[in-house]
């Protein structure tokens, strides 16, 4: 079984509304066996909806589309397809109710333009939408089916999860499409495909693909077949060569952060922490706190932005800022000790850089920035070189900061 998905609306066309619709529905589909093997995306214009939907019904064996059931004059999807495939709209009782329900729940009256999505193909089957007014629709063509959904991203959820995932994951013909994906961060793109080159060559194409970010590059494999029990073992074979050649640089797999990561680390080791960032301006620190149980191991952070903060509240030594200047080796190893001996903790981790667009010179330019880390292994200073502009500077530098932390306590994957 092959799938297409269409998205519909002017909306997504203009770029006003991001389509997440087609990512989800492609990850589902992948999810229970069934390939997208073509998406579009089209206006509100019945002969471009008609021709999509045609093409679809030619290109794969269910076509799901979204968007153009609402009860206004611009949703014409139902309408325009409903005509194109001879189907008479009528009344479905059940959905009347429903929609009056729902109104008279909220204690207003149905308006009456509202009636229209009661409306249904007579031989379409109705999927039951319990987020909203649109019911779903499913056209079946001998062996095809053309799913039509709402457009809002938690009705098309719904309708997928209660009325439509259950019966495709029982039909026949499916094959399994295995996909994992291991994360990295710290290492460009182009060293990655060095080291994993000699593996890349026993791999068919696809198999293995790159997905770069800001933050660092995720490696996805994808394997298809009919036996699940094979490319569960074949799957796990590439895992583990791909670990072998990149070791310490996989912080995790897919879903997973860095911070989630660090705080599973520092639960295990059952360490505690305390920030004092300059240049990230809080972002470590808000990063960290995103993970549920924080106060296990999270004590707190400082941001000292000021030399007077980093001297009356880190303890840094005036001398220190002065010989040094406030974005530097010393000065950071000085600002960890101090996070550590503040918030009593096991572990000070502290960042000082120059984020720009001003303030770099020849000695030290934007994007300059010196990570402290005061632990049980002693005191560690790393230096990293960043380029981009100010936002994108601080994000890296956060990354890089509990990365090196990460690298620090060790992981198990060194």
Sequence with gaps: MKAVIIT??????????????????????????????????????PSDI?????????AGDLVVCTGGLGPTSDDITLNVLSKHFKQKLVLNKSVFEYLRSRFAKRGVEMPACNLKQAMVPEKAKVLFNSQGTAPGIMFRFKHKKLILLPGVPREVKAIWQEGIRSGLERSP??????????????????????KLTALEKTLNPGVLAYLPGQLGVDLRVTLHGADRKSLDKQAGGIIRKMKTALKHHIYGSEG???????????????????????????????RITNVPGISRYFMGGIVAYSNRIKEKMLGVRAQTLVKHGAVSAETVREMAQGAGKIFKSDIGLSISG????????????????????????GI??????FLGPRRQIKEMAAQAALNELRLYLGNGSK
């Design 256 to 286: 997973q952060t860095l911070e989630e990561v660090l705080g599973l680390i520092l639960k295990k080791k059952k360490l505690t922490l305390g920030l004092a960032e300059s240049c990230t301006g809080g972002l470590i620190g808000d």
């Design 8 to 45: 519909i609306g002017n909306e997504i066309l203009s770029g006003l509304t991001v389509d997440t619709n087609s990512s989800y529905l492609g990850r589902e589909l992948a999810a229970i066996g069934i390939p997208v093997v073509w998406k579009t995306a089209v206006g509100d214009n």
């Design 380 to 385: 560690k200073v790393i230096e990293k070189r």
């Design 354 to 377: 120059i984020a720009g667009p001003d303030g770099g010179s020849a000695l030290k330019p934007v994007g300059l920035v010196f990570i402290g880390i005061s632990g049980p292994k």
């Design 173 to 194: 013909g499916r094959r399994f499409i295995l996909s994992t994906v291991l994360r990295t961060t710290g290492i460009p793109e182009s060293a990655i495909a060095e």
């Design 50 to 58: 008609i021709e999509a939907a045609d093409l679809g019904l030619k």
